[in-house]
């Protein structure tokens, strides 16, 4: 089973700064896919990127996913007050399998 | 549009049983899989199982198997989840999820709260 560890566990950054965030999977995620969902207080998630790098429509091009095998990033150009929020990688196929990364925080 | 409804939050005793139920409307029920996830508090995500309401086929995550069963009524477009025996470590936001043709939660519900406490 593949565990994706996401680093650092809390971003602290101002707006208008460059926010880095990592996912990596403990094995090749092969031909699995990676999401990134955004999260906010007392809401459920909300899609931004699909298979590593497609945005969904609507979402900033400020937010860009990339990255293979093990190693996948989020990058958010520059923060508005509004991205500050819990950030989680999925790992999915068509099995329906997922797996979760524990989360950034990304505060100011 | 695209909605999944879950019923509201439940507070049970340790050993007991709770049902959360997600009622979809904006699509057609039976053409897409129901993913079951939870949050405790504080926490990460974490996946519990799937059904799929064509065929009430389920699948679950390690870890659940034997205590949760998930169910779907077609006629009401509704999927339920059942956890029995619950523990203090139960405790969370419990949401359903709508699964993509690629497998990826597209749409999710608002979440439920359980709590667990004697």
């Known amino acids: 089973e593949i565990v994706l560890t996401q680093s650092p566990a809390t971003l602290s950054l101002s707006p208008g700064e460059r926010a880095t965030l990592s996912c990596r999977a403990s094995q090749s995620v092969g031909s699995r896919l990676l999401a990134w969902y955004q999260q906010k207080p007392g809401q459920a998630p909300s899609l931004l990127i699909y298979?590593?790098?497609s945005r969904v429509t609507g979402v900033p091009v400020r937010f860009r996913g990339s990255g293979s095998g093990t190693d996948f990033t989020l990058t958010i150009s520059r923060l508005e007050p509004e991205d500050f929020a819990v950030y989680f990688c999925?790992?999915?196929?068509?099995?329906?399998?997922?797996?979760f990364g524990q989360g950034t925080k990304v505060e100011i | 549009q695209v909605q999944l409804v879950q019923s509201g939050a439940e507070v049970k005793k340790p050993g007991a049983s709770v049902k959360v139920s997600c009622k979809a409307s904006?699509?057609?029920?039976?053409?897409?899989?129901i993913h079951w996830v939870r949050q405790a508090p504080g926490q990460g995500l974490e996946s519990m199982g799937w059904?799929?309401?064509?065929?009430?086929?389920?699948n679950f995550a390690q870890g659940f198997q034997g205590r949760v069963t998930l169910t779907s009524d077609t006629s009401v477009s509704t999927a339920y989840m059942e956890l029995n025996s619950l523990r203090s470590d139960d405790s969370a936001v419990y949401y359903c999820?709508?699964?993509?043709?690629?497998?990826?939660?597209?749409?999710w519900g608002q979440g439920t709260l359980v709590t667990v406490s004697s």
């Open positions: 904006g699509y057609s029920f039976t053409g897409y899989f």
């Open positions: 059904i799929n309401p064509n065929s009430a086929a389920t």
């Open positions: 298979a590593t790098s």
């Open positions: 999820a709508r699964v993509s043709p690629s497998g990826l939660p597209d749409s």
């Open positions: 999925l790992q999915y196929d068509t099995s329906i399998t997922w797996t």
